[in-house]
């Protein structure tokens, strides 16, 4: 079993930048790729860009091509989520969550989640 934390939400102006961390327990955290997701209020939860175990292969939603980053450190148990040029439409809670297997961009193919942090964008 694997549990997510994520950190580094907060509110930034539009055209800024932050990086989201989500730390993982255990020992098997290179077993599982890597995703992250939003969830605006009163909306679904929304892909945003996954990982493959090893990190040598990463998969990105079309809104975020370009100005949003996933990575990893196995060593660290970490994935991160480097978020520049961001826009007011960014808003929203963003999760980090792992499946055992290849990476995937629907919810409900990963089997662990974090609890979230905000993410909020000023115009």
């Known amino acids: 079993q694997v549990q997510l934390v994520e950190s580094g939400g907060g509110l930034v102006q539009a055209g800024g930048s932050l990086r989201l961390s989500c730390a993982a327990s255990?020992?098997?955290?290179?077993?599982?790729?890597m995703g992250w997701f939003r969830q605006a209020p009163g909306k679904e939860r929304e892909f945003r860009a996954a990982i493959s175990r090893s990190g040598g292969y990463t998969y990105y939603a079309d809104s975020v091509k370009g100005r949003f980053t996933i990575s990893r450190d196995n060593a660290k148990n970490t994935v991160y989520l480097q978020m520049n040029s961001l826009k007011p439409e960014d808003t929203a809670v963003y999760y980090c969550?792992?499946?055992?297997?290849?990476?995937?961009?629907?919810?409900?193919?990963?089997?662990?989640w974090g609890q979230g942090t905000q993410v909020t964008v000023s115009s």
């Open positions: 969550a792992a499946r055992g297997g290849n990476v995937a961009a629907t919810p409900r193919a990963y089997d662990y």
């Open positions: 255990g020992r098997t955290f290179s077993s599982y790729a």
